[in-house]
Nanobody, 123 residues
Framework: QVQLVESGGGLVQAGGSLRLSCAAS????????MGWFRQAPGKEREFVGV????????YYADSVKGRFTISRDNAKKTVSLQMNSLKPEDTAVYYC????????????????WGQGAQVTVSS
């Protein structure tokens, strides 16, 4: 069983930056791809990005590409989401996710989820 805890959410003005972190416990962290998803009010949860277990490659949704960066530290069992040039439409609850079922591109099916971190971007 893997437990995930996010931190770092908050309120920021449009154009600003935030960094979310996710700490993992349990399981074999370094063998899992890790991902980020988000859910805006009234919308379905959507894929944001994923990083492979080694950290060697990442893939992002078109809506965040060039603005968001995912990184991981397997020794510390953490994964981070650096969000720059934030827009009001980035407002959502952001979820860290873990699981082995990654099939390429945005086709990622996690088994474990964090509790979520609220990110609010004001215009």
């Amino acid at each position: 069983q893997v437990q995930l805890v996010e931190s770092g959410g908050g309120l920021v003005q449009a154009g600003g930056s935030l960094r979310l972190s996710c700490a993992a416990s349990g399981g074999t962290f370094s063998t899992f791809p890790m991902g980020w998803f988000r859910q805006a009010p009234g919308k379905e949860r959507e894929f944001v990005g994923v990083i492979r277990s080694s950290g060697s490659s990442t893939y992002y949704a078109d809506s965040v590409k060039g603005r968001f960066t995912i990184s991981r530290d397997n020794a510390k069992k953490t994964v981070s989401l650096q969000m720059n040039s934030l827009k009001p439409e980035d407002t959502a609850v952001y979820y860290c996710a873990a699981g082995r079922r990654y099939y390429g591109g945005s086709n990622y099916v996690p088994d474990y989820w964090g509790q979520g971190a609220q990110v609010t971007v004001s215009s």
